[in-house]
């Protein structure tokens, strides 16, 4: 067979595209954006709306085609309608911003849409308004198609809202758009998305896998935050799914990523006392606990890391420490039917005194958290605490006792945490 000649030359190298995928504009409503007025009064929601239906259909036209889009006294019809819904200040100049495209649909930047819109986003996220706030970041997303940061929004929101099939393809979306632009912050925050929905889906080896293409893509282009996040996160995955000693690994490996001063401390901080006691490790983690209770100033939240620092207590034989705990948890009472922590609040409190052998209280908290837990259907919470209230209606413990002192916490690991967490709680 005749060899093929030496200098033949090389095909030329294929450069690769990186794949955009369309992402859901809408979740099951029957038109477009309804829900904003399902969430919201007139006229301010029937404003938005037909806001977000002005930059969909600006949006959908290429821009040398837009001259003669919207009908000649469309401006000025919109802005009397701005005037007569009163809105806040900033909602008002970007609702004005945006009526700028019916006034001139050839000649305003798409950045500049972007941008009214992203404003008009963040007034309806800070106002607890999240289904209108997933539609006006839609809006923002579609008027600059190639802004990755901006499809992650989308995501980021609609799996607040609890629409996880629109927020995975806008995360999926966002990768593509971060891989296509360079954008490597929104690269690996979409991958982050990604993983924490299938975590909260219960795909842990999916959910793993994510994560770790996000701390690749962070490490790679030195981005210390997000490394620490999803270091934090795969710590998360792995107390489901690791050994021990691997998870604690990870634990120590976001400490360090983080610093002793990050502002998202206290939550690691938490999340590994909350691994250490469900080792039995109790001990140690009501030391966390107790360092951590400084940082939580959302008093909903407060409740669950006080009743966990009771549990804590408990488990360690520890019964000043659950008194105090006890005490703080039911000071809360009035609030509860508005806390989304309580039923988890007081199973924890429940499995604390079961731990104490103290029955009349373990079997009070229990019946509560499953009373809470049974009208707002948490099936898990409901579950676990009628387990607890049978333990402790029939005078038997459900906690493990303390384990062994070789497999006690890592000493080093508590120490720098708590010493982190009390510093910062000087300053």
């Known amino acids: 067979m005749e060899a093929a000649?030496?200098?033949?030359?090389?095909?030329?190298?294929?450069?690769?595209?990186?794949?955009?995928?369309?992402?859901?504009?809408?979740?099951?409503?029957?038109?477009?954006?309804?829900?904003?007025?399902?969430?919201?009064?007139?006229?301010?929601?029937?404003?938005l709306w037909e806001t977000y239906r002005d930059v969909v259909l600006w949006s959908s036209v290429q821009p040398e085609e837009r001259d003669g889009l919207f009908a000649a006294e469309a401006?000025?019809?919109?802005?009397?309608?701005?005037?007569?819904?009163?809105?806040?200040?900033?909602?008002?100049?970007?609702?004005?911003?945006?009526?700028?495209?019916?006034?001139?649909?050839?000649?305003?930047?798409?950045?500049?849409?972007?941008?009214?819109?992203?404003?008009?986003?963040?007034?309806?996220?800070?106002?607890?308004?999240?289904?209108?706030?997933?539609?006006?970041?839609?809006?923002?997303?579609?008027?600059?198609?190639?802004?990755?940061?901006?499809?992650?929004?989308?995501?980021?929101?609609?799996?607040?809202?609890?629409?996880?099939?629109?927020?995975?393809?806008?995360?999926?979306?966002?990768?593509?758009?971060?891989?296509?632009?360079?954008?490597?912050?929104s690269y690996a925050e979409a991958f982050l998305?990604?993983?924490?929905?299938?975590?909260?889906?219960?795909?842990?080896?999916?959910?793993?896998?994510?994560?770790?293409?996000?701390?690749?893509?962070?490490?790679?282009?030195?981005?210390?935050?997000?490394?620490a996040r999803a270091l934090h996160d795969l710590f998360c995955i792995a107390m489901q799914t690791s050994p021990p000693g691997d998870a604690e690994e990870l634990a120590r490996l976001a400490f360090r990523a983080y610093g002793s001063r990050h502002p998202r401390l206290p939550a690691l901080a938490h999340d590994v006392a909350y691994f250490w006691m469900g080792q039995g490790r109790f001990a140690p983690a009501l030391e966390v606990f107790r360092a951590v209770l400084p940082h939580i100033q959302d008093a909903r939240e407060r409740v669950l890391v006080a009743a966990n620092a009771g549990r804590a207590a408990g488990g360690s034989g520890n019964r000043p420490g659950f008194d105090e705990a006890w005490q703080s948890v039911w000071a809360a009472e009035p609030e509860w039917e508005r806390t989304p922590l309580a039923p988890q609040a007081l199973l924890e409190l429940a499995?604390?005194?079961?731990?104490?052998?103290?029955?009349?209280?373990?079997?009070?908290?229990?019946?509560?958290?499953?009373?809470?837990?049974?009208?707002?259907?948490?099936?898990?919470?409901?579950i676990e605490s009628e387990a607890v209230l049978d333990a402790a209606r029939r005078k038997r413990g459900v906690d493990a006792a303390p384990v062994a002192a070789e497999e006690s916490a890592d000493p080093e690991l508590a120490a720098d945490l708590v010493r982190s967490l009390s510093a910062a709680a000087r300053r």
């Not at 690769?16 to 029957?30: F, I, N, Q, T």
């Not at 799996?159 to 891989?179: D, Y």
């Not at 104490?356 to 259907?377: F, K």
């Open 351 to 382: 499995n604390g005194a079961s731990s104490l052998r103290d029955w009349p209280r373990a079997e009070r908290a229990a019946e509560t958290a499953r009373d809470l837990a049974q009208r707002r259907g948490l099936g898990q919470v409901l």
């Open 75 to 185: 401006y000025e019809t919109r802005l009397r309608a701005i005037a007569e819904a009163a809105a806040d200040e900033p909602l008002e100049q970007a609702l004005r911003a945006v009526a700028a495209i019916l006034k001139d649909p050839a000649g305003v930047p798409e950045a500049d849409v972007m941008a009214a819109c992203r404003t008009a986003t963040d007034w309806a996220e800070g106002k607890a308004l999240l289904s209108a706030a997933v539609t006006l970041a839609t809006a923002a997303a579609l008027a600059s198609p190639t802004n990755a940061a901006a499809a992650h929004r989308v995501g980021m929101i609609a799996r607040a809202n609890g629409e996880n099939a629109r927020a995975e393809t806008w995360f999926r979306r966002a990768v593509g758009l971060g891989r296509q632009a360079k954008d490597w912050a």
């Open 5 to 47: 000649p030496a200098n033949r030359p090389r095909k030329p190298r294929r450069r690769w595209r990186w794949h955009v995928p369309p992402a859901l504009v809408h979740g099951g409503e029957s038109l477009e954006g309804v829900q904003v007025l399902d969430e919201m009064p007139e006229p301010l929601g029937l404003l």
């Open 193 to 227: 998305g990604l993983g924490n929905l299938y975590k909260q889906r219960g795909n842990y080896p999916a959910a793993r896998r994510f994560h770790i293409r996000a701390l690749r893509a962070a490490r790679r282009h030195a981005m210390r935050e997000i490394q």
